[in-house]
């Protein structure tokens, strides 16, 4: 994985407004249907890890764990889960981050 390039296509989907950051906002964005992938930090532990997955189970949603800070450095911001919006912002985030690094949340345990 290309991190720095990693790095600067999530702070171009942010700045477009394809980007949910925190896990209420991406909670909202996986409910509705319309998250793409949940990018999770590699930091991120507990409780915050385990309701992501969990709810990206139910809903089919990709999950991608990122290398820790990975996140922080590209938006500016200590969040530890990111959603993307359907679109092709994530497939470019997919095919820059790997695709060996990604899984479906049941199978993360």
Same mark, same amino acid.
């Given at each position: 994985?290309?991190?720095?390039?990693? /790095?600067?296509?999530?702070? #171009?989907?942010?700045?477009?407004?394809?980007? &949910?950051?925190?896990? %209420? /906002?991406?909670?909202?964005?996986?409910? &509705?249907?319309?998250?793409?992938?949940? $990018?999770?930090?590699?930091?991120?532990?507990?409780?915050?890890? !385990? !309701? &992501?997955?969990? #709810?990206?189970?139910?809903?089919?949603?990709?999950?991608?764990? $990122?290398?820790?800070?990975?996140?922080?450095? /590209?938006?500016?911001? %200590?969040?530890?889960? $990111? /959603?993307?919006? !359907?679109? &092709?912002?994530?497939?470019?985030? #997919?095919?820059?981050?790997?695709?060996?690094?990604?899984?479906?949340?049941?199978?993360?345990?």
């Amino acid at each position: 994985m290309n991190e720095q390039k990693l /790095a600067g296509m999530l702070g #171009l989907t942010i700045r477009a407004g394809q980007a &949910s950051a925190g896990m %209420d /906002a991406c909670r909202i964005l996986i409910r &509705s249907g319309n998250c793409g992938v949940l $990018l999770i930090d590699g930091e991120t532990r507990g409780n915050t890890r !385990k !309701k &992501s997955e969990d #709810l990206c189970r139910q809903t089919g949603t990709p999950v991608v764990i $990122l290398p820790p800070g990975t996140i922080e450095r /590209a938006t500016g911001k %200590d969040n530890r889960v $990111l /959603a993307i919006r !359907k679109g &092709s912002f994530t497939e470019q985030i #997919l095919q820059i981050a790997d695709i060996q690094q990604i899984h479906q949340a049941d199978k993360a345990r």
